[in-house]
């Protein structure tokens, strides 16, 4: 639905931008690439290596909302397939706050919550499992409820 290089920069699109380059201009390659496409389509995704986590950057630059984050032991592709409809909504002028339940990009609903990353806080978008339950429901599976961690 999303093309995967529309707003990615995991280290396979990073990768297929950079070839040829030395380490600086890499850093230098992906930076511009970063800014150009917030310029362009309002927002980049991280994908972080070490915890399932996906997040954008540019949301809060271009839209004053708070950048977007999912963290679900998925994989990084669909991750990304997750965030980008959620992010897409943001530059059509929808706003997400803490609290909220949204009905109307999925199937089923999605919550967000307030977390704290390293510099700013992000709004991180939850997900039922596929039973319905959300991570405060007893019956929800510890892979689900992970959701919610608080990671730094
Ligand atoms: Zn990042």
Redesign the pocket.
């Known amino acids: 639905m999303y093309p995967h290089d529309a707003a990615c ?1 995991c280290s396979t699109c990073v990768l297929e931008h950079t070839q040829g380059l030395s380490p600086l201009e890499v850093l230098d390659a992906i930076r511009q690439r970063e800014q150009d496409l917030i310029a362009r389509i309002g927002w ?1 995704a ?1 994908a ?1 290596a070490d915890r399932p986590l996906i ?3 540019g949301l809060w630059e271009r839209f004053h909302h708070l950048d977007l984050e999912i963290r679900l032991a998925v994989s990084p592709e669909k991750r990304y397939a997750l965030l980008a409809p959620v992010a897409e909504a943001v530059t059509n002028g929808q706003r997400f706050a803490a609290g909220d339940e949204d009905h109307t990009l999925f199937s089923v609903p999605i919550r967000f919550i307030a977390r704290d ?1 390293s510099e700013r806080q992000v709004l991180r978008v939850v997900f039922p499992d596929p039973q319905g339950y959300f991570p405060d429901d007893s019956h929800c599976p510890p892979i689900w409820a992970e959701q919610v961690l608080q990671d730094f």
């Open positions: 920069l980049v991280h972080l997040h954008t950057h990353e």
